[in-house]
């Protein structure tokens, strides 16, 4: 096992993985101190008019905000490509399997997401996952002066955002 961690952060369609598409990835390497490696990435997939029609409203309305939904309609990266991108820049910082475990942010549906449309990309992450939604329903709990002097949390609802 490896001291770094794989940051992503993933946008869908909405939260249904028998439906929803995945519209966003960004990753982000990081060593045993934070420190980021590389440049990361963010991209933007591809999704036709059908797949963005299909939104939920809230998502739709969120994607709409953001500027999401026109940068998926225009970007003309596919999912196969995303995967290659993002396994690359990881094999970079991470060049041994399953020695890395996936990090972010209430992280187990976009793992859901990454698991179906990115099965390279998963095989070479860690089944162990940190999520810092964990640590931070455990700082509520027990330092609750910590948590609620916390920075407010911003909700561009874009990957990296």
Not at 42 to 67: C, F, K, Q, W, Y
Not at 77 to 106: C, F, I, K, M, W
Not at 138 to 148: A, E
Request: with cysteine; charged share 30%; hydrophobic share 45%.
């Amino acid at each position: 096992m490896t001291d770094r961690l794989v940051w992503i952060d993933c946008e869908m369609t909405g939260l249904d993985l028998a439906k929803d598409a995945l519209i966003e990835i960004a990753a982000l390497v990081t060593d045993a101190e934070l420190n980021i490696l590389g440049e990361g990435l963010d991209l933007v997939i591809h999704a036709d008019d059908e797949t963005l029609a299909n939104m939920p409203d809230v998502v739709r309305d969120m994607h709409a905000r953001s500027g999401l939904t026109e940068e998926a309609r225009r970007s003309t990266v596919t999912l196969e490509q995303a995967e290659r991108q993002v396994l690359d820049y990881v094999r970079e910082h991470v060049p041994d399997p399953n020695s890395a475990p996936l990090a972010g942010n209430s992280i187990a549906t976009d793992r859901g997401f990454i698991a179906r449309d990115m099965p390279a990309l998963d095989a070479h992450l860690h089944y162990r996952m940190v999520d810092v939604s964990s640590v931070k329903e455990l700082v509520r709990r027990w330092y609750p002066r910590v948590y609620y002097a916390k920075p407010e949390k911003g909700l561009a609802h874009r990957a990296l955002a």
